[in-house]
């Protein structure tokens, strides 16, 4: 039986093995961490609505029930040439490779001076201790952004951005000092969110407005200082907290590799996810470059779409058999933006988009679908039908 490698613990990787180990594939998942950090859920951490460790999906129990091998360690080099890939314990080699090892953030000078909640898992705690002490001082000014990436403009994490200053408005409304709190929202791009389509897009803004949200759009950001984000014209938004949400870049690894890689760092792929040049290696999730319409963007549903292309094709490369599938053409964007205390749904494809306002059962809705993925991953519920 084929040995087959992949590499990441995040959404594609995870996806990967579970396919893979449904054609009864020897599959063998190496994470750097001991969990799946569920990021759509990050949002909630820092205003107290959920904790940290119910959002970290612990990876030996998904082996356990689906049967594959998991590691953890480092992935220090992909040797692709030779089939191998250097770890910082050992080195392994593989008869087939998924890499879905994700992306970095894009940096910008200052960056320290900023918090996220797309970054490292735990500084989603240390946010939310920075949110209190300022609510416990009674008055302050947050600003909360996110960047893009000019080399590869799907490479975002606007939604996150938008969710979290929705609900820490929410958070300071309940508590009285929403008054006391100056809340500025801030990105490069002159319409940012235009990607879900033009009323999404007209909808958030207009929500923002409501909620007296002040933006700052169509500047690019020059730099972070301890206390404000500077633009290139040289204003300044000065503020108590900061928060950042960068855009992504390729990782490290893949600098190193001996990989096809895109102007952003990202793996090019074809349309059924192989890497180009080498017919046993797939590439899925933020580590690949996207091919399909400019407003593409890597979501985690997407990162699942392309795990399941991967796994397929490598069982018909294996049986060389016919019958590839195309992850181009089930491009999509979905987005259940969590408002505080309702919802927004957003769906588009090549041709429609959909916008449908959820009050209040937007909120519980997505807070459901947590829960699920936690359960359905470890099978302690069905699957449902693209989810």
Partial sequence: MKHILVLGGGFAGVESAIQLRKKNQNVTLISNREFLFIYPLSIWIPVNLRRYEKTCLPLRDVAARHGFH???DEVRRIDAANSKVLLSNSEITYDYLVVTLGGEKL?????????SIADEPEKCLSLGKEINQLMNQGSG???IGFGGNPQDPSAVRGGPAFELIFNIHEHLKKRNLRDRFELNFFAPMPNPGIRLGEKAAGEVFRMLDRLSITCHFGKKINSFSENSVCFEDGSELESDLIVFISARSGHRVLKDSDLPLSAAGFIQID??????GFPRVYAAGDSAALQGPNWKAKQGHLAEIM?????????IHIQKGNGKKNYVDDLSIICLMDTGKGGVFVYRDHRR????PLPIVGHWLKRLWGKYY??????????????
């Fill in 70 to 72: 998991f590691i953890v």
């Fill in 107 to 115: 940096p910008l000078p200052g960056i320290e001076h900023t918090r």
């Fill in 141 to 143: 000014r947050i600003a």
């Fill in 271 to 276: 349309d059924h996810c192989q890497v180009q």
């Fill in 307 to 315: 795990a399941k292309t991967a796994a397929h094709n490598i069982v």
């Fill in 353 to 356: 988009q959909w916008l449908i």
């Fill in 374 to 387: 936690i359960r359905s991953k470890l099978r302690h519920v069905p699957r449902l039908l693209g989810m």
